[in-house]
């Protein structure tokens, strides 16, 4: 990374895609190494606090809300009636915050491996984990994919897979294995969404894992993007799977009614984001 | 720019917003300088060539469908009937092209004042070119602000500018005066498009752009957002002005049928677009 090193800019350098980020700081705040990866906490110019994982871009102050909505709410108001919701990863808590926006919702369980993620979050994003303390909220810090081989079968109604990119910790979690196990976890009108990165810049990702999320019997798979500023090439994207039936409706009165509680999604952007664009389309 | 100096790397380095955007480069192909601007080619590894302009990134080989469709097909789907159009600026082709796939368009006037943009992109972006020998486009190379002030009044009934930001040979494009020129020349259903920069970055420049044009008369305005990987925060924007009337409606069967023409546009996300996510339409 010796090409962007630089005291006033913290860089993120995607070899693999040939782009790089830049953000620019006033300083580095804390680097802490846990026994799965290194966090540092940067203080930018302009976008507020930074929070930086094995050399990625994780959240911003500024617009980690669009990220943190467009991985809650398309998957909970495709659902008809979400009460149990799990999230594998989503150690900063934005998620969490935003599945406990939904009044159906009756328990949330965040699985972090990594304790210290959390603990940076409630340090420098403490508007993320404003409702860590609702009841409702249960986190745990231990390893998502021996949770979900674990989890009662047919006992969840969204599992939502909020990780870092498919290496290190992460890499467990774009498999068919996986898959498997969150298949088996969720009741029959079940969902899983999980982040499926760059909608230019990593199709093939894209299409593993909407084929194997396919392949271990999910019935239909729906690719959502977004706007991430902070990501590489800032379009980004989740993508859901549905254990049975297809895609095509969700809840659109509820989620009208949702929109003064959230800052990105309404009923329009989840409709107009059913529909993948044709560049998309025709590589998946 | 000296933090980011890499024979390996081309960076757009963005002080005013604290970020920057680097593409990994196999080379610099050419660099110019006009009398307006420096115009630089370079070859990319992953993105195609890349034109920047003073400075600041144009136009990707692999991304620019992006901005081009959406710099085009919003502002034409709401004209009931665009038959005369004129592009200020776009002197890369790329929006003449696209405003070209549409049948009722009888005559496109693209007034960029710069040739060396033009003899470029004919070089390096040939695909973008492919139709300037339409018989209805007509490539002029004169001061745009000039020629709206001359265009005679109710002739035309699409407008886009298509421009740089608004520093440099783009400035007098993000004025009263060259707004007033615009309604003047526009007919009774006539639309004006703009270029209106980041949503996340640039609401300040957004709403006084949005302000200067109600404020000389356009009766509606309507901003879209769209995601562009290449300019700075990855998620763009153009700012739609209606002569007369309200926005609300467009010739959305037209626009479904022209689908198959497209990369990114659809129906749905023209839809989606008009109405704005809640955190830019607090502060606009």
């Not at 782009?19 to 302009?46: C, G, M, N, W």
């Not at 328990?107 to 420098?124: F, G, P, R, W």
């Amino acid at each position: 990374m010796s090409d962007f090193s630089s005291p006033d800019w913290f860089t993120e350098q995607c070899d693999n895609t040939g782009s790089a980020f830049s953000l620019r700081i006033e300083h580095k705040v804390v680097e802490k190494q846990s026994p799965f990866q290194k966090v540092e906490i940067y203080k930018t110019t302009d976008f507020g606090y930074l929070m930086v994982i094995d050399g990625c871009t994780m959240v911003s102050s500024r617009e980690n809300f669009l990220y943190h909505e467009m991985m809650s709410h398309p998957a909970l108001f495709t659902h008809p009636n979400p009460k149990n919701v799990v999230i594998i990863g989503g150690g900063d808590c934005g998620t969490l915050r935003e599945v406990l926006k939904h009044s159906s919702v009756e328990s949330v369980h965040q699985i972090d491996i990594d304790k210290l993620v959390t603990e940076m979050a409630l340090e420098y994003f403490p508007e993320l984990c404003d409702k860590n303390d609702d009841p409702r909220a249960h986190i745990l810090f231990a390893d998502g994919i021996k949770y979900m081989q674990d989890a009662l079968p047919e006992s969840i109604d969204v599992i939502i897979v909020d990780s870092t990119d498919p290496i290190g910790p992460g890499e467990g979690l774009f498999n068919h294995a996986f898959y498997t196990s969150c298949l088996k976890a969720l009741r029959s009108d079940g969902i899983l969404v999980q982040q499926s990165e760059s909608p230019i810049l990593h199709q093939k990702l894209m299409k593993e894992m909407r084929d194997a999320m396919t392949d271990v019997g999910f019935s239909a798979v729906q690719t959502i993007p977004f706007p991430q500023p902070i990501y590489p090439s800032g379009y980004w994207s989740c993508t859901l799977a549905k254990k049975n039936g297809e895609f095509g409706v969700f809840r659109k009165q509820d989620a009208k009614a949702f929109e003064q509680l959230v800052e990105y999604y309404s009923a329009e952007t989840h409709q107009a984001a059913m529909k993948l664009p044709r560049f998309l389309a025709k590589v998946l």
